[in-house]
């Protein structure tokens, strides 16, 4: 019985969401006001039958519904409940399902905090995430129901894909979601601001707090997947340029460009038709990523469902939302170039230079991903560009970015004073330079790492220099608005970044031996000594767990125990021991037994020493807090009457609001 | 006009995509077709890895059964494939022949010297042009090629000590039993 509430809920829902889009947009073309009054309690009462679909899978796990087939297939007995939640969207139906209960959870969180924005253009927003609310509970009610039944219920089920049994995994999809989808509401604001055509910029001020958020998730999002595969595939890697993950970068890219860009069209009222184009790009990638993994057009380790005919519904829907948003884009853009003049010297050209590379990497990432596809199309056999080609492309387009960065917040809006950025460049260059000499001799003439760390001072002097600056030259309590100190936070975060990366790219070590109980490998000053391989068992699966013991010096530094587990239904699954350090990893893999009669007990292992890896995701973190905290400004919660005395704001927009 | 050309750009990625998905209703995107199994090996006369100037040709290497290993050190999976190659080198009972694929030698020859070295020859194919005549989908694959030269088995993927025991081998047995 409870299923098919679910199913009922989701019918409602899809009701509902065709109500929430087409009458308060008609409503807002008319100047009706109770059509556009529909939008908010259609939002809510969608909301509502969304929230319950999803409880009740939820339930229907945790209590063992094994008559649903979704269940059946992705739980069984001995699954631990957390486990069991998380198999909600382990496959391809709940995560459908997780992707509209989160569309829900944006549109919910619109719907309650847009009480001060002009009536039209919220029921225009809310239209619009209405509809795309629509195709998503359309496709998942015409092609991907997760209350199937399964008659006869079997007595138990199957399995959680035991690469998803893991703590990063449970969390990774619902952030990374929250991040994809929450571009749908600057997405959303941006197809009002089209609907309206007025060519006002205030939109854009009540976009940034709900971009930045949504680019945050993105990032903690992409930090916990990269995680998961550096902890989890065993490979020691924690980026493979794979379709799926790029799928997330792409937009994380045009995300990045889309923060910095409506800053620029907030502020100075330039770029605007950029910022519009950016915005149905970030959801487009969004859209496409969701495509490229659940239509199977792409192989990829990640690809978890593959269906054409799915495939098929969502590029229609892509079509419809992609193709009008840009066709409505091309009708409606604002066609005078507006905004304040700005010199070459201007914060404003170096956020349009670093927003051209990051665009242009988003491209290239894209036409790397579909490279395979374009070799079918073009009878060029089967193809595909590997980590060279990513690995080669991707730091030549960032470069300018890193070199830009620590001038960025010196420099003014319209013109920026170039003695000052002599003087930043000087001291951030020479910082650089010096500790880029030091580290030559520690490192050994590694030149990615003498580059790493370069790149990292320089980035982190310039934010240094003009966090003092800051701290001299205001009083106390104007220092850092929130919205600095998130911008702060954010590119220290690439310096961080950089180290990591650059360091742990260039001074890892990897070694895979045959190693017998008792033998001894040394990385650096590191002794792993092999202890021998025992049985162990955990709630659904049995292992080999190896013992290493690591040394530095004689003196024990960590017991490792790396495991290839085989679970319940026979899948098999590393799960790599590492030893944490804010100066180095230490990573132990479980490969094949060596010899089949397990004579001497040999295994085959994979040892690694990872310096300043975990830099990497700490500056990944750094960046999603940087989000977080610039959307919590206080400028962006005043009351619409307080933007008269915001001179920013051109007195069109101030004198409409003020009506409104 | 210009606003026009981001709709132009995605219609010609609808077209692409659109076309990706009636490909796969024809195509199991996972299977890859092997024409050349069966059938000779292609030609092919590649430098050696660690000797540039001298070259091993197909005619070189006729007259013994051998397998031939696609890697790369930028291969993710080549890296899993390794051990069980170190492992299984020496009781293959065919020459283990290394095949680098579109790789820089220098990076070749570290992952090598770190990962250790299972094959009795290397040959570099930087530019990956012969890989094409020989159908190869991605690092790493292996080519069981008997003594006429012809392709007898094709793995795609990292060899897996389960895959060299069940099927690998008793390839091998057969094409040495074969031998006159």
Known sequence: ?660 | MSRLVPFFGFVLLVALLGFGIWWNTGHDPSAIPSPLLDKPAPEFNLPKLYEPTATVSKRDLLGKPYLLNVFASWCVECGAEHPVLQAEAPTLGVALIGYNYKDAPDDAKAWLAEHGNPYSVLIADVPGTTAIDFGVYGAPESFLIDGKGVIRYKHIGPLTSDVVTSELKPAIAVLLKEKP
């Open chain 1, 1 to 660: 019985m409870i299923p098919e509430l679910g199913q009922l809920a989701l019918i409602l829902a899809l009701l509902l969401a065709l109500a929430q889009s087409i009458l308060p947009i008609i409503g807002a073309w008319r100047g009706n006001r109770a059509m556009m009054a529909v939008a908010r309690p259609a939002a809510f009462a969608q909301g509502f039958f969304v929230v319950l679909a999803f409880v009740l899978l939820v339930w229907a796990f945790l209590r063992f519904d094994f008559s649903v087939q979704y269940v059946a297939e992705n739980s069984n007995l001995a699954l631990p409940w957390y486990y069991r939640i998380a198999a909600v969207w382990g496959a391809h139906e709940g995560s459908m399902l997780l992707w509209i209960f989160i569309l829900n959870v944006w549109t919910l969180a619109l719907a309650t905090f847009s009480r001060q924005l002009p009536e039209p253009f919220v029921a225009r927003v809310l239209g619009v995430l209405g509809l795309i609310a629509v195709g998503f509970l359309a496709f998942i009610l015409f092609t991907s129901d997760p209350f199937g039944r399964l008659l006869p219920m079997p007595a138990d089920g199957g399995d959680l894909n035991p690469v998803l049994q893991d703590p990063g995994m449970t969390f990774h999809p619902p952030v990374i979601y929250m991040g994809y989808v929450g571009f749908s509401v600057a997405f959303a604001f941006s197809i009002a601001a089209l609907l309206g055509g007025e060519l006002e910029q205030a939109w854009v001020r009540w976009a940034r707090p709900w971009t930045n958020i949504a680019w945050a998730f993105l990032t903690c999002g992409i930090v916990a997947g990269s995680w998961w595969a550096y902890a989890e595939l065993g490979w020691g890697g924690w980026w493979f340029w794979d379709p799926v993950e790029n799928a997330s970068f792409m937009p994380w890219l045009v995300g990045t460009a889309l923060i910095h860009a409506q800053a620029v069209t907030e502020k100075r009222g330039s770029l605007r038709a950029w910022t519009i184009l950016l915005s149905i790009f970030a959801f487009s990638l969004s859209l496409l990523g969701t495509f490229l993994v659940r239509s199977g057009v792409l192989t990829s380790v990640h690809s978890f469902a593959s269906d054409p005919r799915r495939g098929l519904f969502i590029l229609c829907f892509l079509v419809i939302v992609v193709g009008g948003s840009l066709l409505l884009y091309a009708l409606r853009a604002p066609k005078v170039a507006g905004g304040k003049p700005f010199a070459v010297v201007s914060r404003e050209s170096a956020i349009l230079v670093g927003n051209l590379m990051f665009t242009v990497a988003a491209a290239m990432v894209l036409l790397g991903t579909l490279f395979p596809l374009i070799g079918d199309a073009l009878n060029l056999g089967k193809i595909s560009v590997g980590p060279p080609y990513f690995g080669l492309m991707f730091p030549l387009l960032m470069l300018p970015i890193v070199l830009l960065l620590p001038f960025g917040p010196y420099l003014r809006w319209g013109k920026g004073e170039v003695p000052v950025l002599k003087r930043v460049m000087a001291r951030a260059g020479l910082a650089a330079v010096a500790c880029a000499i030091i580290a030559a001799f520690l490192v050994d003439g590694q030149m990615k790492a003498i580059a790493g760390v370069a790149a990292a001072v320089w980035v982190a002097v310039g934010v240094a220099l003009y966090v003092i600056k800051r701290w001299r030259e205001m009083p106390r309590g104007r220092r850092y608005p929130a919205e600095m100190a998130g911008m702060l936070f954010a590119h220290a975060g690439v310096a961080v970044f950089l180290i990591g990366v650059l360091l742990s790219e260039s001074l890892s070590v990897t070694r895979d031996v045959r190693m017998a109980p008792g033998d001894v490998q040394r990385i650096g000053g590191y002794a792993f000594r092999f202890d021998g391989v025992t049985e162990t068992q955990g709630p659904n699966w049995r292992a080999d767990q190896g013992t290493v013991t690591v040394t530095l010096n004689d003196k024990p530094i960590a017991v490792m125990h790396p495991q290839k587990r085989i679970y319940t239904r026979e899948q098999v699954q590393t799960e790599s021991a590492i030893d944490p350090g804010i100066t180095r990893d230490l990573y132990v893999a479980l490969g094949e037994p060596m010899d089949a009669q397990h004579i001497d007990g040999a295994w085959a292992l994979r040892l690694y020493s990872k310096p300043f890896i975990r830099w990497l995701w700490a500056g990944g973190l750094l960046m999603m807090l940087g989000g977080f905290v610039a959307a919590g400004d206080r400028r962006f919660r005043v009351r619409r009457v307080a933007n008269a005395q915001d001179n920013a704001t051109p007195d069109k927009v101030t004198a409409r609001e003020v009506r409104a």
